[in-house]
């Protein structure tokens, strides 16, 4: 929420800085409004009176042969009029340049202003977009976290419920024999001999059921996790303890001598986020897809299990026993 509000506090800045700016304007252009009427009403009376000069000139040149001295000297002073008035208009055209470049400076300025303190909104929006980006890495990276405690939670119980499993089926069960009978004191030492038939029969019992546990464990469903297949099609790192940040594969074996394995695809985000993104590396050695990797949203899973055969003490797996998955 905090970088929310300063994004609407710089976006009020910016709209500020622009009326700003059209203030500084429109207070250029009233400013040269003036200047340039009072040149051009300047100019027009100056016309005026240059057009009565000539209308004087004319009227005198009617009167030229009564009126000869007046003529010369009004000549003169019609010499020094057109003077003057050329030295006026070229210092009108200098007061409105002046006023010209003046109302420029006006547009300078603002245009300055605008520009500083649109960079410095730039430079806050950029620090909000930051900040906003380094609370979505904060959030994604705890997360991960999470995802990882839960995945670890999970293996733990696993392998808690299969000891206890394992424990259960270790204990031996305790039976009673039905033609027990009651021992009689007699000579020669009958109570021993019988109490040695006794150990004799729980000896077998507990080496059958040592032997029926041995049995079950070597039975049992065997899983190892790898990290990833190298060009040969050969699983590498393969081990029972499953690491949340490398071990893409699982491969479950009927019993810990089995010679053959069925393999999957392991179910963990940040795995599978990361061979999403480079599959020849991580997946198409021992895998097919069944689509592309830019379907990949959130999960890959396994729709048919591949086959891997244990050759010289490494996993590996021909190219018709290949997994088939999926990208979504």
Request: glycine share 2%; charged share 30%.
């Given at each position: ?50 057009s009565e000069v000539i209308g004087n000139n004319g009227s005198l040149k009617e009167n030229s042969e009564a009126h000869d001295s007046i003529v010369a000297t009004e000549n003169n002073s019609q010499e020094e009029v057109v ?246």
């Amino acid at each position: 929420m905090n970088w929310r509000k300063r994004k609407l506090i710089n976006m009020n800045l910016l709209k500020i800085t622009f009326l700003v700016l059209l203030l500084f304007i429109s207070a250029s252009c009233n400013r040269n409004t003036p200047d340039i009427n009072a040149n051009s009403q300047s100019l027009t009376e100056k016309n005026e009176v240059q057009s009565e000069v000539i209308g004087n000139n004319g009227s005198l040149k009617e009167n030229s042969e009564a009126h000869d001295s007046i003529v010369a000297t009004e000549n003169n002073s019609q010499e020094e009029v057109v003077k003057s008035q050329s030295q006026n208009e070229k210092s009108d055209l200098v007061t409105l340049e002046e006023s010209r470049n003046s109302g420029w400076n006006w547009w300078l300025y603002g245009a300055l202003f605008s520009i500083i303190f649109n960079l410095i909104l730039i430079f806050l929006l950029l620090k909000t977009i930051n900040s906003k980006n380094t609370y979505k890495w904060e959030r994604d990276d705890i997360t991960i976290g999470k995802d990882k405690y839960k995945e670890e939670a999970k293996f733990y119980k696993e392998r808690l419920a299969a000891l206890e499993d394992e424990k259960r089926k270790k204990q031996v069960p305790k039976t009673e024999s039905p033609n027990t009978s009651v021992p009689q004191k007699t000579p020669n030492s009958s109570i021993d001999t019988e109490e040695k038939a006794v150990e004799v029969d729980l000896s077998v019992e507990s080496s059958s059921s040592r032997n029926r546990n041995q049995t079950e464990i070597i039975s049992r469903p065997v899983i190892f996790y790898s990290e990833k297949a190298n060009e040969n099609k050969i699983f590498t790192s393969v081990s029972e303890q499953k690491n949340e940040y490398k071990s893409i594969f699982k491969l479950i074996l009927d019993n810990i001598d089995s010679d053959k394995a069925a393999f999957e695809i392991v179910d963990s985000d940040f795995v599978l986020r990361m061979a999403a993104n480079s599959p020849d590396t991580y997946l198409y050695p021992v895998c097919k897809p069944e689509n592309s990797n830019q379907n990949y949203s959130s999960e890959i899973i396994t729709t048919k299990r591949g086959i891997a055969h244990k050759v010289d003490g490494k996993w590996q797996v021909n190219e018709q026993d290949k997994a088939t998955i999926k990208f979504q």
